[in-house]
């Protein structure tokens, strides 16, 4: 039966989403159709892949590794982001025209510089920042550094190691409650603690660096002033040169309601955010955004792909708490939905450097989206649950984020495991459709937060 219905899927997902109107860019480029390989396995990639698929320029969708949601719509590989070797085969051996990256590894790894300086692979477009502009995300004393000498507000900031550990006590005795600790490189998105009491504080800065809490992540740590504000997501897609503003989200990291608890990947998203009225916009787009375009020409950072911009309205002046340098997972599910422009032509522009030619659509609609996680998640949890009701969604969109097939079965296969996304007139009727098509959904242990969008109420 799931596989009667992914062939139906597939039916309608074309015949109702494929544009009749002329892809002007694309005719100027002399491209009809082309490969994509595209790198990931979560809810992000499954959202790049749905809208993808959409596209007449795609004639052939490749997802490494992917996940059962992917296996739907597109062709699955076993093969790891990370293995540029294996990458490098399969891209010469389907004359793969693109490659679009979902997560930060393989960007901060330096797939671009990989292809570009591949007399084999040069010509195919990566869709992702080069090495040294991953570093925005891959270190945040980069991104710090970065923020400080192209004037883009920030909180107030030192970075230690285990050698000065002492001093990081020392500063944190400066601080007001509560501290901020961020581990220096990838963390999964777990590496940064909040903490209440300064001895609490300091404990964990020793635990960070002298006992590698987190790895060689937080071999390095910085310490951050903490800024009391509202927290949102602004997404950028640049070729480099030029941009545009992707649709706003905004995310919820605790496990809890009423965000308590543990940090998570994300446990939902809502787009639009509905207190991001034009003048704070405008402040955004001219004391954040353009900067940070500007500033990639000013240090020679070659940057054709995403910036997730973190930020914190603190009285109606956004800071940057830290930027990503690939779309934000679960707000994927919610910003990609509202695109109304061919997706893979955005990117065909980014690959160019002809994004100042292509004309934005958004759809004027909410988009929300809902995670479905597994039981113990942050934490412990067990994997290869079986997931039904699939088929009984209606009005909403399902992607799958950690899940697998099994024997024809869709079963959990991560921690995050579905994201329900659905569209309304404002948030609280999408919302009200993900939860309604949360109840027909079951698998052993599923746990998820009832109050996604409740504080925007």
């Not at 490098?88 to 300086?117: H, R, S, T, W």
């Not at 509560?178 to 020793?206: F, N, S, W």
């Not at 990639?296 to 990503?324: C, S, T």
């Not at 929300?368 to 934490?379: A, I, K, N």
């Given at each position: 039966?799931y596989?009667?219905?992914v ?6 997902l ?5 544009s009749s109107k ?7 480029l ?5 490969t994509?390989?595209?790198l990931?396995?979560g809810?992000?990639e ?10 007449p320029?795609c004639?052939?969708?490749f997802?490494?590794p992917?996940?059962a949601?992917?296996?739907?719509i597109?062709?699955?590989?076993a093969?790891?982001?990370?293995d540029f070797?294996?990458?490098k085969?399969?891209a010469?051996q ?5 490659v ?7 960007l901060v ?5 990989f292809f570009?300086n591949?007399?084999?692979l040069?010509?195919?477009p990566?869709i ?8 925005l995300?891959?270190s ?16 107030a900031?030192d970075?230690f190691?285990?050698e ?21 490189g990838?963390a999964?998105?777990k590496?940064?603690?909040i903490?209440?009491?300064?001895a609490?504080a ?8 002298v006992?590698q809490?987190?790895g ?7 310490i951050?002033?903490f ?11 640049t070729?480099g ?8 989200a ?6 809890g309601e009423?965000?308590?608890g543990l940090?998570?990947?994300g ?9 991001v009225?034009?003048v704070?916009?405008?402040k955004?787009?001219?004391?954040i955004v353009?900067p940070?375009?500007?500033?990639f ?5 070659a940057y054709?792909?995403?910036v ?5 309205n ?5 800071i940057?708490?830290e930027y990503?340098?690939r779309?934000?997972?679960?707000e ?10 061919d997706?893979?032509e955005?990117?065909l522009?980014v ?5 100042d030619?292509i ?7 909410s988009a929300?989206?809902?995670?479905l ?6 934490e412990?949890?067990?994997k290869?649950k079986?997931?039904?009701g699939?088929?009984n ?9 950690g899940?697998?097939?099994?024997q024809g079965a869709?079963v959990?296969n991560g921690?995050?495991?579905l ?6 007139n404002?948030f ?5 459709k993900?939860?309604q098509n949360?109840?027909k959904l079951?698998?052993?242990?599923m746990?998820?937060?009832?109050d ?6």
């Amino acid at each position: 039966m799931y596989h009667l219905l992914v062939a139906l899927g597939k039916f309608l997902l074309f015949n109702c989403f494929l544009s009749s109107k002329p892809i002007i860019f694309a005719r100027q480029l002399k491209t009809t159709h082309m490969t994509i390989l595209l790198l990931g396995s979560g809810g992000r990639e499954h959202a790049f892949a749905w809208k993808m698929v959409q596209s007449p320029l795609c004639e052939k969708l490749f997802v490494a590794p992917g996940n059962a949601g992917t296996a739907a719509i597109a062709t699955n590989l076993a093969m790891s982001p990370t293995d540029f070797e294996a990458i490098k085969a399969f891209a010469i051996q389907e004359n793969v025209g693109m490659v679009v990256v979902g997560p930060e590894d393989p960007l901060v790894k330096g797939i671009y510089d990989f292809f570009l300086n591949d007399p084999a692979l040069h010509h195919i477009p990566v869709i992702g920042p080069s090495k040294i502009g991953a570093q925005l995300e891959g270190s945040k004393e980069f991104a710090k550094e970065f923020l400080i000498k192209h004037n883009i507000p920030t909180a107030a900031y030192d970075s230690f190691t285990a050698e000065t550990v002492e001093q990081g006590c020392e500063f944190l005795e400066t601080l007001q409650p509560p501290y901020v600790l961020k581990a220096d490189g990838l963390a999964a998105g777990k590496g940064v603690l909040i903490i209440q009491d300064l001895a609490e504080a300091k404990e964990e800065l020793r635990n960070m660096l002298v006992h590698q809490k987190f790895g060689v992540a937080s071999s390095k740590v910085v310490i951050e002033e903490f800024l009391d504000g509202i927290e949102l997501s602004c997404f950028v897609l640049t070729d480099g040169k030029s941009y545009k503003i992707l649709p706003t989200a905004k995310d919820y990291k605790r496990i809890g309601e009423g965000d308590t608890g543990l940090n998570t990947g994300g446990m939902g998203a809502v787009s639009p955010v509905p207190y991001v009225d034009a003048v704070l916009m405008e402040k955004i787009e001219t004391r954040i955004v353009k900067p940070t375009i500007d500033g990639f020409q000013k240090d020679g950072i070659a940057y054709k792909g995403f910036v997730f911009i973190g930020l914190i309205n603190v009285n109606n002046e956004p800071i940057v708490i830290e930027y990503n340098v690939r779309m934000g997972d679960p707000e994927t599910e919610v910003v990609i939905p509202r695109l109304k422009t061919d997706l893979v032509e955005l990117f065909l522009a980014v690959a160019n450097e002809k994004l100042d030619e292509i004309n934005l659509e958004i759809d004027p609609r909410s988009a929300t989206t809902v995670m479905l996680v597994s039981g113990g998640y942050p934490e412990d949890f067990e994997k290869g649950k079986v997931i039904t009701g699939l088929e009984n969604v209606q009005d909403s969109i399902v992607f799958h984020a950690g899940t697998k097939l099994d024997q024809g079965a869709v079963v959990s296969n991560g921690g995050r495991v579905l994201a329900i996304t659905s569209y309304g007139n404002d948030f609280q009727e999408a919302i009200k459709k993900s939860y309604q098509n949360i109840d027909k959904l079951h698998f052993d242990k599923m746990f998820f937060r009832k109050d996604i969008g409740n504080d925007l109420k």
